[in-house]
């Protein structure tokens, strides 16, 4: 093979990820076996995604928000497929993939929509506005859209859900130590407030919300948000789909067999002669 070729292989992929050589892994130009035992996961996540190592405030930020996320039960439409597909004789990948396949728009996109209303707020106050007018515009531009819900805020289970609190005191505290500008917080909670005044009662933000607090205030991207929920509901469904599968079941469903769906269509006929 000619000099040009090979070098057309080697260009046909090209990544600053990683580097790889018989007996030799660099990622991000790091050898493994210095990351091994003193990167913790959510560093190497960074460290993938953003080119670098985090500073240890935003480590334990990115920590925080990956772990509040895992689980909410079987409810979850991709809790709910994982435990489903793995009564269907699948492996577990086979589970998870099903399951995190359902992660769209309506059903793991709210992280990723937050931050982009967020951001589209924090642009209006880099043009000058204040962070009320922001809001108000952001929020007028979104429900011109045809937009009935703002995302990251309320829940259909949780008067106020329990993990955004948490998120963003944690949020705050990383604020006050410099880590992070504390910016993208006020966003939310001015957006929280908005919404409350043009709905007529409290709306909580959610922890997509406050996940999206600290994605941006982070400096990720809005399509990350999404993947990283992925990445985060994963640990969720890996663990219901293993239980699943040492409860055992056979082609579960999604309500029990002695409960049937309703039938709305033509009465009983028969086929014509």
């Not at 929280?192 to 406050?210: F, H, L, Q, S, T």
Request: aromatic share 6%; with cysteine.
């Amino acid at each position: 093979m000619s000099d040009d070729a090979e070098r057309e292989a080697a260009d046909w992929w090209r990544t600053e990820i990683i580097d790889m050589a018989p007996g030799v892994i660099r990622t991000r130009g790091y050898p493994i076996e210095q990351l091994i035992g003193r990167v913790s996961f959510a560093e190497m996540v960074w460290l993938m995604l953003r080119g670098d190592l985090p500073a240890p405030g935003q480590a334990r930020l990115l920590d925080a928000v990956l772990m509040a996320a895992v689980d909410h039960g079987p409810q979850a439409p991709s809790i709910a497929m994982a435990r489903m597909a793995a009564t269907c004789g699948v492996g577990l990948n086979n589970a998870m993939a099903s399951a995190v396949n359902a992660l769209g728009d309506v059903h793991g996109g709210a992280g990723e929509q937050a931050v982009e209303v967020y951001a589209a707020v924090d642009r209006r106050m880099g043009a000058g506005a204040a962070l009320e007018g922001a809001v108000s515009a952001a929020l007028d531009a979104f429900f011109a859209t045809g937009q009935k819900y703002v995302p990251g805020f309320g829940h259909r289970f949780h008067p106020v859900d329990p993990r955004a609190p948490r998120l963003l005191a944690l949020v705050d505290e990383a604020a006050a130590a410099g880590t992070v500008s504390g910016r993208f917080a006020a966003i939310g909670r001015a957006i929280e407030a908005a919404v409350m005044v043009r709905k007529g009662r409290p709306i909580p933000m959610n922890v997509d919300g406050a996940t999206a607090v600290i994605y941006a205030e982070l400096g990720f991207a809005p399509p990350l948000a999404r993947g990283l929920f992925c990445l985060s509901r994963s640990v969720g469904i890996l663990a219901h789909a293993w239980e699943q599968t040492q409860q055992g079941g056979r082609n579960k469903g999604p309500i029990p067999r002695r409960l049937l769906w309703t039938y709305d269509g033509p009465p009983p006929r028969d086929v014509p002669e």
